[in-house]
């Protein structure tokens, strides 16, 4: 077919939850999802956990298996990647010349694993993490690795991290700022995944600024540390971060400067065009209205949900509460809310017990927990980052004080 009522572009979670969510709505058009990878939509979360560990095979990760969408009419154009946009045409144009009109468009596309620019960048047995083939190429190569050095303290990074160390590697995380976790976490946080990373034999070095990354035979033989030091390395994992793939809906005109920007509807600035997900810049009220770009499966699921409910005429502005989870080892890291220019960060629990949750407030009111090994804070807790609780500190920082207890108070 060369058009569609509601094309998606990129085949990831939130691409799949606007295939589902529109047949849930009964919505009756033809829809097609064009995705770059050859795999229908799969989990991305587990290519850094259980997928890598080897604890789930593919077929587990699938969002759903492939007569899911051919029973509900969605179109899997796979291994295609969208170049350009039209919106004027309706048209997108794919990287073999051939083009697919539209009615709807919603651009579904992720991001793109950050790269280093040192010397020796490049180099053989360097691995972002984002697709499953990335996933397959590390797991083949941590078959001989003997050291791995993670580039990048970040959830992707640790969680490498983890496996790796469980597979008996000589694992050392990089770090450029001076703890772990500090775009996401408060410190108390970075702390304790530093000790416990640490506890289980992972070399961590904050501060680390790198210089290049050497070679032997065209393959990664270490990395070299501005100071001259030299750690040894036959496989790196680069964790930095993603850029958003908007370039083909930028060109055609869309608003957006970090990823493109949408409205509460999740609407561009271009007609019949949506973006969601990794990709899509929103004004978050549970960040006070700051706009942001989220990289969680809830965004991308929940705004997924919000464009095929405004394409079947049931519009609803997005406010979803945003939540993620991490696992690394036996511990299991859930966040609610968003801790966005918190002021306080209390403890509530031992973190020696390892199950403990930090609460983030700003003048007094609930923004945030990080929740580890503690799923009934996680469950209770969200209801105060919803309703902007202003609890008793003392109270809050008691762990015997169920959360849900606080709420009116
Ligand atoms: P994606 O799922 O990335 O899908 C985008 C798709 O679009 C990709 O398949 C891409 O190839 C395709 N595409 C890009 N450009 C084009 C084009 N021009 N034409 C056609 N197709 C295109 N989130 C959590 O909440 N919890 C976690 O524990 C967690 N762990 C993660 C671990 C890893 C290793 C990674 C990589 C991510 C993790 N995330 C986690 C983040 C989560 O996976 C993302 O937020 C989510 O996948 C975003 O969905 P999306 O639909 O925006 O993009």
């Known amino acids: 077919m060369s058009s569609y009522d509601v094309l998606i572009v990129g085949a990831g979670h939130g691409g799949a939850q606007v295939a589902i969510a529109l047949r849930q709505n009964k ?3 033809n829809v097609a999802v064009v995705g770059e990878e050859p795999d229908p939509p799969y989990e991305r979360p587990p290519l850094s956990k259980e997928y890598f560990s080897g604890e789930k095979t593919f077929e587990r990760i699938l969002i759903r298996p492939m007569s899911f969408w051919r029973e509900r009419g969605v ?6 990647r969208v170049v350009a946009v039209d919106p004027v045409a309706h048209r997108v144009t794919l990287g073999d010349g051939s083009s697919i009109g539209y009615g709807k468009l919603v651009w579904a596309t992720g991001g793109a694993p950050r790269t280093l620019v040192c010397p020796g960048h490049d180099l053989k047995g360097i691995h972002g993490v984002r697709t499953r083939a990335d996933a397959d190429r590390m ?3 941590t078959q001989k690795a003997k050291h791995v050095v993670v580039i990048g303290g970040g959830y992707i990074g640790l969680e490498a991290a983890a496996v790796l160390t469980k597979l ?4 050392t995380v990089l770090e450029a700022m001076d703890r772990v976790l500090a775009r996401v976490a408060g410190e108390p946080l970075s702390r304790f995944y530093e000790a416990e990373h640490r506890a289980h034999g992972v070399d961590i070095h904050l501060n680390a600024k790198v210089d290049c990354i050497l070679e032997k035979d065209g393959w990664v033989s270490g990395v070299q540390m501005q100071d001259g030091s030299v750690l040894p390395a036959d496989m790196v ?3 930095i971060g993603i850029i958003p793939a908007v370039e083909p809906l930028i060109r055609a005109g869309a608003a957006g400067i970090n990823g493109v920007d949408v409205d509460t509807l999740c609407r561009t600035s271009l007609p ?3 973006a969601i997900g990794d990709c899509a810049m929103h004004a978050n009220e549970f960040a006070g209205g700051a706009r942001v770009r989220l990289e969680s499966v809830q ?3 929940d705004q997924g949900t919000i464009v095929a409910k405004a394409i079947t005429g049931n519009e609803a502005p997005y406010h979803a509460v945003p939540w993620f989870w991490s696992n690394q080892y036996d511990l299991k890291l859930q966040t609610v809310g968003f801790n966005l220019g918190f002021d306080e960060a209390i403890v509530r629990g031992d973190i020696t017990t390892r199950s403990f949750s930090v609460v983030y407030l700003k003048q007094g009111e609930v923004l945030a927990l990080d929740c580890v090994n503690a799923t009934k804070d996680y469950v209770q807790g969200k209801a105060l980052v919803v309703g902007k609780a202003k609890p008793n500190l003392a109270r809050l920082a008691d762990p015997r004080t169920p959360l849900k207890s606080l709420l009116a108070v």
């Open 27 to 29: 919505f009756e058009g």
């Open 75 to 80: 179109d899997m154009l796979l291994g295609r």
């Open 139 to 141: 797991l083949t190569e």
């Open 168 to 171: 008996g590697k000589h694992v």
């Open 237 to 239: 994992i680069v964790g």
């Open 272 to 274: 019949d065009i949506y």
């Open 299 to 301: 965004n991308a699921n």
